[in-house]
């Protein structure tokens, strides 16, 4: 118990104790500071209830003293009270409620790139024509890359890629390992592993040692295609590549066949459809050409077949090449392929 209290101490101990209620920064601090004076043990408790012991005529003044002095302390902390607890107020409620008619936020979702989009568009389309989707290695062989393609080491045809070769040369010091230039290495592949019917189509990445332009990149994607059998001719090439133009760019297409030269087709082909752009009469889109070629395709060289063991005089297939990036950018009118893996996304976020 403290001393006899008196109107000074009264006053002493309030006065301390507004100015420790001055300084408090939180609700915390301030439970403290209750605590400290008008808790059970507190300072002013203290005093109240000292006064019962003082005689009649101190006990008036100093009672009446602390009395003033406790309202003051009581009001002053529910001041601070306030200011660390804000009331809940019916305008408050409002102000926070949920309105649940409002639409809700668009959580942002990734998208599929442009290149695989239409791998699988591709692949869509020739499996609705009985067409299962294979994968190959992207590090190849000169073997399947070239020389069961009918392009023998030192054929001039070699220079139709412009190959990323890979520092692992065979026996004889020759480079034998490559970064495909296309996908038809797969064909030796499937047809080495598998009796016919052949039914497949091939997609993946290719790789050419190329100086990059709106047309040109060192790396592009492919889908190769691959059907042989007994009884497959030239009609069958045909049939299939013109539903694939018209199921990709369009039912009104039209489709034109060229010759072309690839070594391992013979005849070979170059596939083209009417512009869509100016319907033939002649744009920038063609070239002013009125035709736009797709693709290469061809019926499967005799020494292809002979190379994986099947007997060209039962068996005939036909093939296709095309680059995936040069049918997107037609599809959507995309101006430049180095767009394709530039990763931007004002770019991506267009598909
Ligand atoms: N592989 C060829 C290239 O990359 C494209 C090609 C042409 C593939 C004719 C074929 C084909 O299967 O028959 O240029």
Redo the contacts with the bound molecule.
Sequence with gaps: MADRPTVGVVEAVATKALEELDAVGDAEALERWRVSYLGRRGELTAILRGIGTLPPEARRQVGAAANAAKARVDEAMAARKREFSREVTPALLAEDSIDVTLPGRPVPTGRLHPTTQTVREICRIFASMGFDAVEGPEVEWDRYNFEM?NIPKHHPARD??NTFWVDYPDRNGEQSVLLR????PM?ARIMEDTRPPVRVVVPGK?YRYEATDATHEWQLT?V???AVDDGITFADLKGTLYEFARQIFGEERRVRFRC?Y?P??EP??DVAIDCFSCGGAGCRTCGRTGWIEI????M?HPNVLKGVGYDPAVYTG??????VERIAMLKHGIEDIRHFYANDLRFLKQF
Excluded: I, N, R
């Design positions: 393609l139709m890629f230039t296309h996908t038809s064909q290719c492919q190769e295609g691959l072309d690839f391992f087709v070979g082909v693709m290469g395709a061809g499967v036909f093939a296709f090449g095309m680059g």
